[in-house]
DNA sequence: CAGAATCCCACGAGATACTG
DNA sequence: CAGTATCTCGTGGGATTCTG
Protein backbone atom coordinates (compact mmCIF):
# COMPACT_ATOMS: atom_id res chain seq x y z
CA UNK A 1 0.00 0.00 0.00
CA UNK A 2 2.53 2.68 1.10
CA UNK A 3 5.27 3.17 -1.12
CA UNK A 4 8.87 4.04 0.03
CA UNK A 5 9.56 7.56 0.39
CA UNK A 6 10.98 9.71 -1.71
CA UNK A 7 14.61 10.67 -0.42
CA UNK A 8 14.48 13.62 -2.17
CA UNK A 9 10.93 14.46 -1.39
CA UNK A 10 12.12 17.68 0.70
CA UNK A 11 14.33 18.92 -1.55
CA UNK A 12 11.98 21.83 -2.90
CA UNK A 13 11.13 23.13 0.66
CA UNK A 14 14.52 24.13 1.81
CA UNK A 15 13.56 27.81 1.74
CA UNK A 16 9.52 27.52 2.87
CA UNK A 17 10.11 25.65 5.86
CA UNK A 18 12.06 28.32 7.93
CA UNK A 19 8.97 30.78 6.44
CA UNK A 20 6.12 28.90 7.69
CA UNK A 21 6.20 26.14 9.70
CA UNK A 22 4.24 23.49 12.25
CA UNK A 23 5.66 22.61 15.55
CA UNK A 24 9.34 22.38 15.45
CA UNK A 25 12.00 22.65 12.56
CA UNK A 26 11.30 18.62 11.62
CA UNK A 27 6.93 18.11 12.72
CA UNK A 28 5.51 19.04 9.57
CA UNK A 29 7.95 16.61 7.39
CA UNK A 30 7.49 14.12 9.81
CA UNK A 31 3.71 15.14 9.37
CA UNK A 32 3.97 14.77 5.30
CA UNK A 33 5.98 11.40 5.56
CA UNK A 34 3.03 9.53 7.31
CA UNK A 35 0.36 11.09 5.39
CA UNK A 36 0.08 7.35 3.18
CA UNK A 37 0.22 5.28 6.12
CA UNK A 38 2.74 4.08 9.36
CA UNK A 39 6.66 4.18 8.95
CA UNK A 40 9.09 2.88 11.02
CA UNK A 41 12.30 4.75 12.11
CA UNK A 42 14.84 4.14 9.95
CA UNK A 43 12.45 5.05 6.54
CA UNK A 44 11.94 8.34 8.09
CA UNK A 45 15.38 9.05 8.78
CA UNK A 46 16.05 8.70 5.02
CA UNK A 47 13.78 11.62 3.77
CA UNK A 48 14.93 13.60 6.15
CA UNK A 49 18.47 14.19 5.25
CA UNK A 50 20.83 13.44 7.98
CA UNK A 51 18.56 13.85 10.96
CA UNK A 52 20.38 12.27 13.75
CA UNK A 53 18.81 9.40 16.04
CA UNK A 54 18.73 11.85 18.91
CA UNK A 55 16.15 14.22 17.31
CA UNK A 56 14.47 12.12 15.24
CA UNK A 57 13.28 10.49 18.79
CA UNK A 58 12.93 14.09 20.28
CA UNK A 59 10.69 14.95 17.74
CA UNK A 60 8.78 11.97 17.67
CA UNK A 61 8.16 12.01 21.28
CA UNK A 62 6.74 15.23 21.62
CA UNK A 63 4.35 14.76 18.46
CA UNK A 64 3.25 11.48 20.30
CA UNK A 65 3.04 13.50 23.68
CA UNK A 66 0.94 15.86 21.94
CA UNK A 67 -1.25 13.11 20.52
CA UNK A 68 -0.68 13.74 17.00
CA UNK A 69 0.88 10.36 16.30
CA UNK A 70 1.38 6.72 17.65
CA UNK A 71 4.07 4.82 18.39
CA UNK A 72 4.27 0.84 18.25
CA UNK A 73 6.49 -1.06 19.21
CA UNK A 74 7.07 -5.19 18.21
CA UNK A 75 8.77 -7.68 19.95
CA UNK A 76 10.94 -8.31 17.63
CA UNK A 77 14.33 -9.26 16.37
CA UNK A 78 15.64 -7.13 14.82
CA UNK A 79 13.23 -4.74 16.85
CA UNK A 80 10.52 -2.61 14.27
CA UNK A 81 8.97 0.14 15.69
CA UNK A 82 6.08 1.99 13.43
CA UNK A 83 4.78 5.61 13.60
CA UNK A 84 1.41 6.68 12.62
CA UNK A 85 -0.77 9.54 12.40
CA UNK A 86 -3.71 9.82 14.77
CA UNK A 87 -7.07 11.43 13.49
CA UNK A 88 -5.80 14.77 15.22
CA UNK A 89 -2.59 14.27 13.62
CA UNK A 90 -4.32 13.91 10.27
CA UNK A 91 -5.94 17.26 10.89
CA UNK A 92 -3.04 19.04 10.54
CA UNK A 93 -2.64 18.13 6.84
CA UNK A 94 -5.32 20.81 6.04
CA UNK A 95 -3.74 23.40 7.12
CA UNK A 96 -0.10 21.82 5.85
CA UNK A 97 -2.12 22.53 2.63
CA UNK A 98 -3.02 25.94 2.70
CA UNK A 99 0.85 26.90 3.52
CA UNK A 100 2.44 24.32 0.82
CA UNK A 101 -0.41 26.37 -1.80
CA UNK A 102 0.97 29.66 -0.48
CA UNK A 103 4.35 28.70 -0.86
CA UNK A 104 4.61 27.41 -4.72
CA UNK A 105 1.97 30.42 -5.56
CA UNK A 106 4.22 33.34 -3.50
CA UNK A 107 7.71 32.23 -2.69
CA UNK A 108 9.64 32.55 -5.70
CA UNK A 109 8.02 36.59 -5.53
CA UNK A 110 9.46 36.77 -1.71
CA UNK A 111 12.57 35.10 -2.64
CA UNK A 112 13.21 37.52 -5.68
CA UNK A 113 12.93 40.53 -3.11
CA UNK A 114 14.87 39.35 -0.38
CA UNK A 115 17.60 38.57 -3.66
CA UNK A 116 17.30 42.51 -4.50
CA UNK A 117 17.62 43.92 -1.39
CA UNK A 118 21.03 42.26 -1.08
CA UNK A 119 22.21 44.04 -3.96
CA UNK B 1 -9.75 54.10 10.19
CA UNK B 2 -8.00 52.07 11.67
CA UNK B 3 -8.48 51.76 15.46
CA UNK B 4 -6.26 50.86 18.59
CA UNK B 5 -4.32 47.65 18.89
CA UNK B 6 -6.11 45.61 21.37
CA UNK B 7 -3.24 45.02 23.90
CA UNK B 8 -4.21 41.69 24.58
CA UNK B 9 -5.16 40.44 21.26
CA UNK B 10 -2.84 37.46 21.66
CA UNK B 11 -3.70 36.50 25.36
CA UNK B 12 -5.53 33.67 23.49
CA UNK B 13 -2.63 32.43 21.44
CA UNK B 14 0.28 31.77 23.88
CA UNK B 15 0.14 27.96 23.06
CA UNK B 16 -0.74 28.22 19.53
CA UNK B 17 2.37 30.28 18.47
CA UNK B 18 4.68 27.91 19.35
CA UNK B 19 3.09 25.18 17.57
CA UNK B 20 1.98 27.29 14.11
CA UNK B 21 4.38 29.39 13.08
CA UNK B 22 5.20 31.87 10.32
CA UNK B 23 8.57 33.34 10.18
CA UNK B 24 10.22 33.77 13.10
CA UNK B 25 8.49 34.26 16.82
CA UNK B 26 7.30 37.29 16.29
CA UNK B 27 6.18 37.55 12.59
CA UNK B 28 2.64 36.34 12.51
CA UNK B 29 1.32 38.60 15.28
CA UNK B 30 2.87 41.54 12.90
CA UNK B 31 1.40 40.59 10.51
CA UNK B 32 -2.07 40.51 12.42
CA UNK B 33 -1.26 43.88 13.70
CA UNK B 34 -1.24 45.45 10.28
CA UNK B 35 -4.15 44.15 9.19
CA UNK B 36 -6.53 47.10 9.31
CA UNK B 37 -3.94 49.42 8.03
CA UNK B 38 -0.15 51.05 8.69
CA UNK B 39 1.05 51.09 12.15
CA UNK B 40 3.81 52.82 13.71
CA UNK B 41 6.49 51.39 15.71
CA UNK B 42 5.42 52.29 19.40
CA UNK B 43 1.96 51.06 18.30
CA UNK B 44 3.05 47.77 17.68
CA UNK B 45 5.08 47.58 20.70
CA UNK B 46 2.10 47.63 22.47
CA UNK B 47 0.16 44.18 21.44
CA UNK B 48 3.41 42.53 20.89
CA UNK B 49 4.19 42.59 25.35
CA UNK B 50 7.60 42.96 25.78
CA UNK B 51 9.33 42.91 22.59
CA UNK B 52 12.09 44.98 22.56
CA UNK B 53 12.90 47.32 20.61
CA UNK B 54 15.89 45.65 19.27
CA UNK B 55 14.43 42.30 18.23
CA UNK B 56 11.32 44.38 16.90
CA UNK B 57 13.52 46.36 14.94
CA UNK B 58 15.06 43.42 13.49
CA UNK B 59 11.99 41.34 12.11
CA UNK B 60 10.56 43.97 10.81
CA UNK B 61 13.78 44.56 8.78
CA UNK B 62 13.90 41.04 7.59
CA UNK B 63 9.88 41.47 6.75
CA UNK B 64 10.26 44.51 4.94
CA UNK B 65 14.05 42.45 3.11
CA UNK B 66 11.26 39.79 2.01
CA UNK B 67 8.71 42.21 0.27
CA UNK B 68 5.65 41.40 2.98
CA UNK B 69 5.22 45.14 4.35
CA UNK B 70 6.99 48.63 3.61
CA UNK B 71 8.52 51.04 5.74
CA UNK B 72 8.02 54.81 5.95
CA UNK B 73 9.36 57.23 7.39
CA UNK B 74 8.47 60.93 7.87
CA UNK B 75 10.71 63.76 8.76
CA UNK B 76 9.39 64.99 11.53
CA UNK B 77 9.80 65.67 15.03
CA UNK B 78 8.93 63.57 16.69
CA UNK B 79 10.08 61.12 14.40
CA UNK B 80 6.88 58.84 12.72
CA UNK B 81 7.52 55.83 11.28
CA UNK B 82 4.76 53.38 9.31
CA UNK B 83 4.88 50.15 8.11
CA UNK B 84 2.42 48.33 6.62
CA UNK B 85 1.61 45.11 4.39
CA UNK B 86 2.57 44.51 0.74
CA UNK B 87 -0.08 42.54 -1.46
CA UNK B 88 2.34 40.18 -0.90
CA UNK B 89 2.36 40.24 2.56
CA UNK B 90 -1.53 40.18 2.88
CA UNK B 91 -1.54 36.86 0.83
CA UNK B 92 -0.50 35.87 4.07
CA UNK B 93 -3.61 36.07 5.73
CA UNK B 94 -5.37 33.93 4.09
CA UNK B 95 -2.86 30.58 5.38
CA UNK B 96 -3.05 32.11 8.96
CA UNK B 97 -6.55 32.22 9.10
CA UNK B 98 -6.55 28.73 7.74
CA UNK B 99 -4.19 27.66 10.82
CA UNK B 100 -6.10 29.83 13.35
CA UNK B 101 -9.29 27.82 12.36
CA UNK B 102 -7.07 24.92 13.08
CA UNK B 103 -5.78 25.75 16.47
CA UNK B 104 -9.77 26.93 17.36
CA UNK B 105 -10.10 23.62 16.42
CA UNK B 106 -8.08 21.41 17.32
CA UNK B 107 -6.05 22.57 20.06
CA UNK B 108 -7.74 22.13 23.32
CA UNK B 109 -7.22 18.48 22.31
CA UNK B 110 -4.08 18.51 21.90
CA UNK B 111 -2.98 20.22 24.88
CA UNK B 112 -5.79 17.53 26.56
CA UNK B 113 -3.55 15.04 25.29
CA UNK B 114 -0.09 16.93 26.52
CA UNK B 115 -1.64 17.02 30.13
CA UNK B 116 -2.81 13.38 30.09
CA UNK B 117 0.60 12.71 28.86
CA UNK B 118 2.89 14.49 32.20
CA UNK B 119 0.30 12.12 34.69
C1' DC C 1 9.68 58.58 19.04
C1' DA C 2 12.21 55.22 16.79
C1' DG C 3 15.59 53.20 16.98
C1' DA C 4 21.27 51.75 17.55
C1' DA C 5 24.93 49.54 20.39
C1' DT C 6 26.38 46.01 23.59
C1' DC C 7 26.27 42.30 26.26
C1' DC C 8 24.41 37.89 27.37
C1' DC C 9 22.19 33.42 27.73
C1' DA C 10 19.12 29.32 26.99
C1' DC C 11 18.14 26.01 24.10
C1' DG C 12 17.36 23.71 19.62
C1' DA C 13 19.96 20.85 17.25
C1' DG C 14 24.18 18.60 15.35
C1' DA C 15 28.42 15.25 16.00
C1' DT C 16 29.99 11.20 17.83
C1' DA C 17 29.98 6.95 20.17
C1' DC C 18 27.70 3.15 22.37
C1' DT C 19 23.78 -0.69 23.34
C1' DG C 20 19.65 -4.15 24.03
C1' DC D 1 17.12 -1.86 14.09
C1' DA D 2 15.94 1.60 17.06
C1' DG D 3 17.34 3.85 19.83
C1' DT D 4 20.62 6.26 24.48
C1' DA D 5 24.25 9.00 26.27
C1' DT D 6 27.37 12.96 26.12
C1' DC D 7 29.39 16.82 24.47
C1' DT D 8 29.29 20.90 21.93
C1' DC D 9 27.92 25.10 19.51
C1' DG D 10 25.37 28.74 16.87
C1' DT D 11 22.01 31.93 17.21
C1' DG D 12 17.38 33.70 18.14
C1' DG D 13 16.01 36.54 21.20
C1' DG D 14 16.12 39.08 25.73
C1' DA D 15 18.08 42.99 29.09
C1' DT D 16 20.07 47.27 29.39
C1' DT D 17 21.73 51.60 28.08
C1' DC D 18 22.27 55.38 24.94
C1' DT D 19 20.99 58.87 20.95
C1' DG D 20 19.39 61.92 16.72
Redesign the pocket.
Known amino acids: MTDALDPDMFAQCANVTPLIQIG???TSKIIRCLENGPR????LRVPLR????????E???AMERDGLLT?T?YAEI??????ELTSLGRTLLEPMAAMCSWAREHMETLLDARDRHLA
Open positions: DKWRFSEGITPKVLTTLRRAPPRVEY
